[in-house]
């Protein structure tokens, strides 16, 4: 019990959540409420990234090829779930101070804190070997660098990490949104060469009750929710958006609240477009044309260029590689807040950078030289539904602190708002508990 204790007690000490990036960013007082609003334009766009990574590229194009729009509306679900549950983060950063990490080493015993920890330790290694892939991938495709060379020079990511903090949290960000402006034009452009029936991609968005059924569409499912309701974007967000330098009274908590919910819904809503363009052009360029079983990304690209003609595949390997530095920055965030939130442990942004990447190396390095092109997919895919797996270990403790009015007082969220939260970890549970038990029973 003294431990137990003793672990509860150690974080009321005011550590800031990243201290590097801390109350950086000036808020105005004063002026209109778009000068004040865009004070608060950034944090959402970090968050963003992971609901657009390497990822969500292998589950989209498995989805799109194997079933046509069908999985739009999971898109559709899991963004909509992301929207609310990244609204809550920012609500109990701003309200309280804390990060989740901190917040969980805060109010639970030590034998429930760690166990958190190394869940939150594994879904960003799962994070960071996805991005590892897809980047190393999109080397490959556009300088022609041997996968296995790509995957071991992705390493070097880490300076990336340390240049753009040492700028400051405004260059950060500026970074995060150039990358995704340039995404989103490349994948403009190619839905418009690959034409899609608009009809069937509104109808897409419509639920299929096949998407439970089916034990194939199922499975793809849920690496679309681990994709995009990413576990370690719950504790990035709580820390990031403490980079604002608000006025500590309840007024400029609810103001600097509604402008971070509005920052992180746009953001998300532009990811959303994002996903479903990558699930819509797997769905046009390839399950139109009988191509139902495209889940390597190296296959996808391949395949464009007969189809859609030389443009498409330099745009889809330069929107992939734009991902994969994207999401390198924020899984480093993610993981120094998870470690220094947890374990109070505090390492440099690139040593922090080559531990996760250490971790996340050898299973690519063992995978690719054994398999090849061959198994990069199925480990893409399969890093997703792990990262669904560890969601409700990240949902729940974020619905209990949401609803505590006693620390979060008069800003505890609104009822509506924690009811739809718990439904969406329900949700999220039962579909876990589903695809295992459909696992264990096999075919």
Wanted: glycine share 8%; charged share 15%; net charge positive.
């Amino acid at each position: 019990m003294a431990r137990a204790e003793a672990w509860k007690a150690r974080p009321a000490d005011g550590s800031a959540s990243l201290p590097e990036v801390n109350r950086t960013v000036a808020v105005p007082n004063a002026g209109s409420w778009l000068r004040r609003l865009m004070a608060f334009i950034g944090p959402g766009y970090l968050v963003a990234v992971g609901y657009m990574d390497p990822g969500n590229w292998a589950t989209a194009l498995a989805g799109g090829s194997a079933f046509g729009y069908t999985l739009l509306t999971v898109a559709l679900l899991s963004s909509l779930m992301a929207i609310l549950l990244q609204a809550l983060c920012a609500r109990i950063g701003l309200a309280t101070g804390r990060d989740l990490a901190q917040l969980c080493r805060d109010r639970f015993p030590r034998w429930v804190g760690l166990p958190l920890w190394f869940l939150a330790e594994i879904a960003i290694c799962a994070t960071d070997l996805a991005e590892l892939i897809g980047t190393a991938i999109a080397l490959e495709l556009l300088f022609g660098i041997p996968l296995l060379y790509g995957v071991l020079l992705t390493a070097l990511d880490a300076f990336l990490i340390l240049w753009l903090q040492n700028k400051g949290m405004r260059w950060l960000e500026a970074f995060i949104m150039g990358m995704i402006a340039l995404i989103a034009g490349c994948f403009v452009v190619q839905v418009l060469m690959a034409d899609p029936a608009w009809g069937q991609v509104l109808r897409g968005y419509l639920p299929s009750a096949s998407v439970v059924t089916n034990q194939a569409q199922l499975y793809i499912a849920l690496g679309i929710l681990g994709a995009t309701v990413m576990p370690h974007n719950l504790y990035l967000h709580t820390a990031v958006i403490q980079s604002r330098d608000i006025r500590r009274d309840e007024e400029g908590k609810r103001e600097a609240i509604r402008f971070a919910t509005i920052d992180s819904t746009v953001a998300l809503g532009l990811a959303l477009l994002i996903n479903s363009s990558i699930l819509i052009l797997a769905a046009a360029a390839f399950h139109a044309n009988g191509q139902t079983e495209v889940a390597e990304i190296q296959d996808a690209h391949k395949l464009l260029a007969p189809l859609m003609g030389t443009a498409a595949p330099m745009l889809f390997a330069i929107a992939l590689l734009a991902c994969g530095l994207n999401s390198t920055v924020t899984a480093t965030l993610a993981g120094q807040v998870v470690m220094e939130g947890f374990l109070h442990i505090r390492l440099s942004p690139v040593v922090r950078r080559l531990v996760t990447r250490l971790i996340a190396i050898i299973p690519a390095v063992i995978v690719t030289a054994l398999y090849g092109e061959s198994g990069t997919a199925r480990m893409l895919v399969l890093s997703q539904v792990l990262l669904s797996l560890q969601l409700p270990f990240a949902v729940i403790p974020l619905m209990l602190f949401a609803g505590d009015r006693k620390r979060l007082g008069t800003l505890v969220a609104p009822r509506w708002q924690v009811v739809l939260g718990w439904a969406c970890a329900l949700l999220i549970v039962v579909l876990n508990v589903k695809l295992l038990a459909d696992f264990v029973a096999g075919p």
